[in-house]
């Protein structure tokens, strides 16, 4: 079935440094994807998508490129802040699905 | 604006109680549904509904319950709680499925069940 991996965390990261999350997935067909963030104590928000190959999603300083020959959609930050600290989601969404299907998360802790 | 409200944010039951998590949206979505989320499992979907007395069954609905007779609300039922349901439930909405419409998500309640 549709499957989404996504690196293990904690990542544990300094002020200004670059980020990088990785995110692959496994679909018969040609999906969505997504990048939710969930801030302590809240529930999800939709940081960023990509509906085809090629398409980069951007939003608050962070990017994705939907890489259909590595089946990867990789989250990047060139200068993380503190306050980015969260957990954050990949996921994915078939073309005439209605079900997200999520990986399993990646905690992300940025020290001053 | 309220979006997507949950209640209660936080319960404790024990083994064999019963017990309804509340789910509101008051943005006039049609598709509503409930994931759990468990440590090192990311999101699983428990039920959706498309509209209005429709629902399905989503990856792990054994032990749910669901009914949808309004718009804005889509309550969880738990018939008889078990250990194994200690988790945190969101509820999330959208205009409808599909990729082009966001899906709104609540702030989550926190289950254990002792």
């Known amino acids: 079935g549709d499957s989404v991996t996504q690196m293990e965390g904690p990542v544990t990261l300094s002020e200004e440094a670059f980020l990088t999350i990785n995110c692959t997935y496994t679909?018969?067909?040609?999906?969505?994807l997504f990048w939710y963030v969930q801030y302590p104590g809240e529930g999800l928000q939709l940081l960023l998508k990509a509906t085809k190959a090629d398409d980069k999603g951007s939003n608050k300083g962070f990017e994705a490129t939907y890489r259909k020959e590595t089946t990867s959609f990789h989250l990047e930050k060139g200068s993380v802040q503190v306050s980015d600290s969260a957990v954050y989601f990949c996921a994915l969404l078939m073309e005439y699905g209605n079900k997200l299907v999520f990986g399993a998360g990646t905690i992300l802790r940025v020290k001053s | 604006n309220a979006g997507v409200t949950q209640t209660p944010k936080f319960q404790v039951l024990k083994t064999g109680q019963s017990m309804t998590l509340q789910c509101a949206q008051d943005?006039?979505?049609?598709?509503m549904s409930w994931y759990r989320q468990d440590p090192g499992m990311g999101l699983r979907l428990i039920h959706y509904?498309?509209?209005?007395?429709?629902?399905d069954q989503g990856e792990v609905p054994n032990g749910y319950n669901v009914s949808r007779s309004t718009t804005e609300d889509f309550p969880l039922r738990l018939l008889s709680a078990a250990p194994s349901q200690t988790s945190v439930y969101f509820c999330?909405?959208?205009?409808?499925?599909?990729?082009?419409?966001?899906?709104?998500f609540g702030a989550g309640t926190r289950l254990s069940v002792l």
């Open positions: 679909a018969t067909g040609y999906p969505s």
């Open positions: 943005m006039n979505h049609e598709y």
């Open positions: 509904s498309v509209g209005a007395g429709i629902t």
């Open positions: 999330a909405s959208s205009y409808s499925p599909g990729p082009q419409n966001i899906q709104y």
